[in-house]
């Protein structure tokens, strides 16, 4: 499996990804919203674009299917629920389906519902898994909740699913957010180490070439997997001094959904 990660350069941050079967040369455009750079990368490769994943319906995600399909015949792939809101859709996906590019590389559909509700995320089938998280998971933080979401689904999405990933799984999310979440995250766990590091790291790195993180990494520097860390803890009770002593894992992630909301 090749996996091109496109980066916008937009106002959003998005990056967009072509998955790609190294011996049929076809690709599978993930939320391709700069077409044009989507396009050019598989003009320049000798890869074809047969299918088209929106992992959600916002536009950013969104806005460039319609290019691409004309420029291509692409399949619009999305979640099942999706239909009234995602012009054009093909195929519905739910939970267990397997999304096929070319002759060898197969993505596992997980129903992913928290920054919307009919939100897909990708998980590749190969020895070294890759998750396509859309705006769910974003390299050391979550996804927002604001437009069509609820916190409560995002934390069950992290919990039952997310948390249970491989930890050589490597993490393609929808937008450059890195520098703002470990900023995040240290505001939470200061005696964080890692994220220290990484961000001296990172902080002036070029998105064309942006770091890929894996879920081992993420456990070391996304607090929202961090829920039972006693700094997150105690710094959560600095700000909410009605939260108990041992709170559960559910109402630290809200509570820093809520703390993020802000930052």
Sequence with gaps: MIVEQIWTGNAYRNFNYLVVCPESGEALAVDPLDHEKCLRAAEEHGWTITQILNTHEHGDHTGGNK????????????????????PGMDVGLSAGDVVKVGKTVELLALDTPGH?????????QTDEPALFSGDTLFNAGAGNCHNGG?????????????????????????HDYITNNLEFTLSREPDNARAKSLLDEIKDQNPDAALVSTFAMEKEIN????????????????EFPDMPDDPDPQTVFLKLRELRNKW
């Design 116 to 124: 919307t509700m009919s939100h897909v995320c990708l998980l590749s």
């Design 150 to 174: 609820h916190p409560k689904e995002l934390y069950e999405t992290f919990a039952s699913q997310l948390s249970k990933l491989a930890d050589n799984t490597k993490i393609y999310p929808g």
């Design 67 to 86: 290019k691409v399909i004309a420029a291509t015949g692409a399949k619009l792939l999305a979640h099942q629920n999706a239909a009234n809101s995602i």
């Design 223 to 238: 607090t929202f997997f961090r829920l039972q860390n006693p700094s997150v803890i105690a710094t959560l009770k600095a």
